[in-house]
């Protein structure tokens, strides 16, 4: 669509012209008026605001701009990013010369500024158009109705205004219309590159930032897990009331625990083992329906295991949570629906320095909803191991350490 611009669009004609001044106005024609395409009327008429001084003129030649940008968005109904796109100018200056516009016409700067309220780097320029306007302002009126009300230039005021003599002085002519097209468009581009790469940068950093806070943080919690991988494996023996009765009187530690000054704990850590390879971690819960000589226990005992690890499984959960409290009452809920009890004479949910104890029975049907409710409730780790103990027809033995962190 061409555009074109006439001297009657934005200046209204004087009944008389001093005759002195006809030069200026043929000066006017012969660089700015004459020009067919609008983008090179636009960058014309911006170059000879340039070659002014602060002066008069200088004012009135900024009306123009402000009538041109309004008389592409009322009578042609541009969007302020369209008229951004012809003009090579950021949409925030086509906003500006549209609010001073329309000033002279609304009286409610509220509703003014907020309808013409755009962001460089966002698309709500396509949304501001003449139409959408006229939805929002309920006006009735016609668009031709709307420009006539804005306020035209005066030629004769235009023509005598002070300024002229720098503007001509300063005039080099009618610069070349694609070396300025060509400079405005490496101008707004560059700019537009400097912006987004600055907001990438500053994304990067803040990602940065975060990822190095979650880290410390990660640092801090692992620091206050300090439960020795042996505790684990030999809680499940029968002297744990022993054990109970001797940590409730002292820190439960590794000093503690030394098989020097504790026959009881030397002959449950002989008694049960506590090396790697004899337990298998349970990546999936599918695996608990497995049959006994599973390919787990023939890949890591080769075909057979040792008669000294017993032949009945025996699961272990690890589970760490920062609220204790919380999931005991939520393992309870969970042991009651399932017919859970203990396989002991220690009381499920039991205290030890750090976490809580449980030895339970579960029936071996519902062993699989079992872990998987519990899985629902915090995060855990399962464990398989042969064992000696004993457990009745139906029933599994599972024991569970919740660690607090």
């Known amino acids: 669509m061409v555009i074109h611009i006439k001297q009657s669009d934005l200046i209204f004609e004087s009944k008389s012209i001093n005759e002195r001044y006809i030069y200026r106005q043929v000066y006017l024609n012969e660089n700015l008026f004459n020009i067919e395409n609008i983008f090179d009327f636009y960058s014309s008429l911006n170059s000879i605001i340039e070659n002014c001084s602060s002066s008069p003129l200088k004012q009135k030649l900024n009306s123009l701009v402000t009538l041109v940008v309004a008389k592409l968005f009322v009578t042609h109904e541009l969007c302020i990013n369209e008229i951004s796109k012809k003009l090579l100018v950021l949409p925030s200056v086509v906003s500006w010369h549209l ?12 509703m003014l500024n907020n309808f013409f309220q755009v962001d460089d780097l966002s698309s709500s320029g396509d949304k501001r158009d003449i139409k959408n306007m006229f939805n929002v302002f309920g006006e009735k009126r016609s668009k031709d109705e709307i420009f006539l009300m804005g306020r035209k230039v005066e030629l004769r005021n235009l023509l005598e205004s002070p300024g002229w003599d720098d503007l001509i002085k300063n005039s080099t002519g009618k610069k070349n219309s694609n070396a300025t097209k060509s400079q405005k468009i490496v101008g707004m581009s560059f700019r537009m590159l400097l912006s987004y790469l600055t907001l990438v940068s500053l994304m990067m950093g803040l990602l940065f ?17 300090n439960l020795p991988s042996r505790f684990f494996t030999w809680l499940d023996n029968n002297e744990f009331n022993q054990i109970n009765m001797f940590s409730s009187n002292q820190e439960f530690d590794s000093e503690n625990l030394s098989t020097e000054e504790n026959p009881v704990l030397e002959k449950q850590i002989e008694d049960d083992r506590f090396d790697v390879e004899s337990d298998v971690i349970l990546t999936s819960l599918d695996q608990i329906d497995s049959e006994e000589n599973s390919a787990l226990e023939e890949i890591k005992k080769g075909q057979f295991r040792d008669s000294r690890y017993g032949n009945r499984k025996v699961y272990r959960l690890m589970i760490t949570s920062a609220d204790i409290i919380e999931v005991s009452e939520k393992l309870g809920g969970i042991m009651k629906k399932h017919q859970v009890i203990k396989g002991g004479t220690v009381e499920p949910g039991s205290q030890l320095p750090g976490g809580l104890y449980y030895n339970l029975l579960v029936p071996t049907e519902r062993l699989k909803n079992f872990f998987s409710e519990i899985d629902e409730v915090e995060d855990m780790n399962i464990y398989l191991s042969k064992s000696r103990m004993f457990a009745p027809s139906g029933k599994s033995n599972v024991f569970i350490w919740v660690k607090k962190i």
């Open 209 to 225: 930032f975060a990822l190095k806070i979650n880290e410390i943080n990660e640092i801090k919690l692992l620091s206050k897990i």
């Open 99 to 110: 609010l001073i516009f329309f000033s002279d016409i609304y009286s409610d700067r509220f």
